[in-house]
């Protein structure tokens, strides 16, 4: 069996070759750059040559405290600097579509943030100045490089649990959304903000469906305006189907974070450690459970690494490989076009009450 798992671990790895290693300089200093990035980029040994922020004092904190040697005034200031090979932009997404133009057109290579943009419309002008420009961009949607979720899709493309029937996803949690105050105004929150990951690993498992349907809700006394309740389900041509069930307001105290991978010859589990005990986390967790293999019953899967801030290792790494070996990205800015269309057709279920043909 740990034979077996071998090809698996090769394929979830997250390092980053020396050769593949670029200098990094930073578009914004928050909380998932300090909190995630940063700690990750660390591990994986790049180097960050600089960082800039709108609000300069919170980029001189983050540096300082992350051993970071120049806080540039501006992003024109940044991109001047001739060493920047890689430009990680991590603003809220009203913010990013205009700094990543400037970015693509200095002709440095890119990795986004999560929305890439609030509109397939800047999305897909994003999409279309990486190909204009020559250049390499990724989307930080780091859950696709979650250890366990990528030996999940390895154990797939092995055909260990047959052909796939079903994926569901369910979280239930208490998120403290006062830890973004630009969110708080946004009409469209849970899907966007969050499940956005979701849908867009179901679609790297599943690819595009044929029609979703979405139920969301905003439960009384919530610090945001928009939805915090959604339930997503997705049909596709093969027949197979998948759902994400997503509640925010959880006062249960029980937080859960699951994931479920079905097929006709076995079937794959994991837990998302993070979300039981946000920002802190705990072990994510792997088991599979094959009549292929075969497993005696639910084996586990040793997963050693975590969704924050390992994973994040993962999206620049692909980045950094697409540079050194022209590697096709796992999430590239290209195909996350088609999460903002997922994303943008679940809204608009939401909103009419009816399935939407994808
Ligand atoms: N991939 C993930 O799992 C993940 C997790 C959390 C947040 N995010 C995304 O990362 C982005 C940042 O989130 P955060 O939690 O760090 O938020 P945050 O509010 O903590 O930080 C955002 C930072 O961006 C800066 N900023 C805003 N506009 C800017 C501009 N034009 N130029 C330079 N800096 C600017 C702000 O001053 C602030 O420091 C958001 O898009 C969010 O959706 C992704």
């Not at 420009?133 to 696709?144: E, M, S």
């Not at 047959?162 to 969110?183: F, Q």
Request: net charge negative; aromatic share 8%; charged share 20%.
């Amino acid at each position: 069996m740990i034979d077996q798992f071998r090809e698996v671990a090769d394929f979830a790895r997250l390092e980053i070759p020396s050769a593949h290693r670029r200098p990094i300089a930073i578009i914004g200093a928050g909380g998932i750059v300090d909190g995630a990035h940063l700690p990750a980029y660390k591990k994986a040994g790049l180097e960050v040559v600089g960082i800039t922020d709108t609000n300069l004092e919170k980029a001189r904190d983050v540096a300082s405290r992350h051993g970071i040697a120049k806080v540039y005034s501006s992003s024109a200031e940044l991109l001047d600097d001739p060493r920047v090979e890689v430009v990680d932009i991590a603003v809220p997404s009203v913010a990013q579509p205009d700094i990543f133009a400037t970015v693509a057109n200095a002709k440095k290579h890119i990795l986004a943030q999560k929305p890439m943009a609030p509109t397939i419309a800047q999305g897909q002008v994003m999409s279309d100045l990486v190909d204009a420009n020559h250049i390499v961009a990724g989307v930080n949607q780091q859950l696709r490089f979650e250890e366990g979720v990528a030996a999940a899709h390895k154990m797939v493309e092995m055909g260990w649990i047959g052909t796939v029937t079903n994926m569901s996803i369910t979280v239930n949690l208490i998120t403290p959304w006062d830890l973004w105050p630009w969110a708080k105004d946004l009409d469209r929150l849970e899907i966007m903000l969050h499940s956005i990951h979701y849908h867009d690993l179901i679609r790297w498992f599943l690819g595009d469906p044929h029609s979703v349907f979405c139920a969301a809700g905003r439960t009384k006394g919530q610090f945001p305006k928009g939805e915090t309740r959604t339930i997503s389900t997705s049909l596709y041509d093969s027949g197979v189907t998948s759902i994400v069930h997503a509640n925010h307001v959880n006062r249960g105290g029980d937080n859960l974070a699951e994931y479920r991978i079905d097929g006709d010859q076995g079937s794959i589990r994991g837990t998302l450690g993070l979300l039981y005990d946000y920002p802190n986390g705990r072990v994510d967790t792997l088991e599979i459970n094959s009549q292929v293999l075969p497993t005696d019953g639910w084996s586990p899967y040793p997963v050693t690494t975590r969704w924050f801030p390992d994973a994040f290792i993962g999206t620049m790494g692909s980045v950094l490989a697409g540079i050194a070996t022209g590697a096709p990205l796992r999430a590239s800015v290209r195909d996350n076009v088609q999460t903002l269309r997922m994303v943008d057709a679940l809204y608009r279920s939401m909103d009419s009450g009816s399935s939407v043909t994808f």
